[in-house]
């Protein structure tokens, strides 16, 4: 009977050690599981929005490989990214990772003037797409209240931004979140972007310190491509608590949605 018992404990164990270690390949090949935890993405993507990036989309570069065989520079297998792609990759300088949504391949200038974004001279098309509404209230884990464009509201009032669609050259249309076309991003320079590298911005223009900013002064500069991790597709779970366990605070209206 105790020899039993104790097949019984082996086996269990066996298995539990066989389940993560298969888990442990697929996230390390396939999959890599990311938390939101800022607004830069919204409405997108939401603070305590939790996903599954795509590996393979973009194939494996040094910082996303697995295997020795990995190259120092460039990266194996894959496609191209595309304009219009929300990824993550890792931040040149800082060594964390970002998600944003990609707006500049390699070659094109890019240049916003009053908010509105121009790519290679052409201008992405914006059309109102009425108001993003969110409660002033401390958001996630990391406790930050959002920037309303109707003014300075008092803590649980209703904080809102201008929501827009906004079409890239190519055709892919998107939402973005607008608050004002005056602030320190919405007129620029033109940026040019090297070889090799891309240029990514966030979908809460106002709220997001991306490739508009240089890496000297914090901010994400042009992104080599070997730092690319992969493409978000899709949100698996969304929760607006500080805790997995607030089940209260789950969306699950955000539960599978496709990440456009």
Known sequence: MAEKKEDGIVE???????????????????FQPFWIPSSSMKETLLIGDFLFVNKMAYGYSRYSCPFAICPISGRLFGSEPERGDVVVFRHPTLGTDYVKRLIGLPGDKIQI?????????????????GTF???????????????CSNGAVGQGAICEKERYLETLPGGVTHSIL???????????????V???????M????????????????GGVGFV??????GRADRVMFSS?????????????????????
């Open 178 to 192: 607008n608050i004002s076309d005056n602030g320190a991003l919405d007129n620029t320079n033109i940026f040019t």
């Open 202 to 217: 966030g979908d809460n223009r106002d709220n997001s310190t991306d490739s508009r900013v240089s890496q000297r002064s």
């Open 224 to 229: 080599p491509a070997e730092y690319l991790l």
């Open 113 to 129: 003037k009053s908010g509105v974004l121009f790519i290679n001279g052409e201008e992405a098309m914006q059309v109102r797409d």
């Open 12 to 30: 269990t164990i066996k298995t539990v050690f066989w389940a993560l270690l298969i888990a442990g390949i697929f996230r390390t090949l396939f």
């Open 194 to 200: 090297p070889e090799g590298n891309y240029f990514f």
């Open 133 to 147: 509404e969110e409660l002033m209230e401390a958001q996630g884990r990391m406790g930050g209240f959002p920037r």
């Open 240 to 260: 607006a608590g500080k805790r997995l366990l607030y089940f209260w605070t789950w969306r699950s209206d955000r539960f599978f949605k496709a990440i456009e």
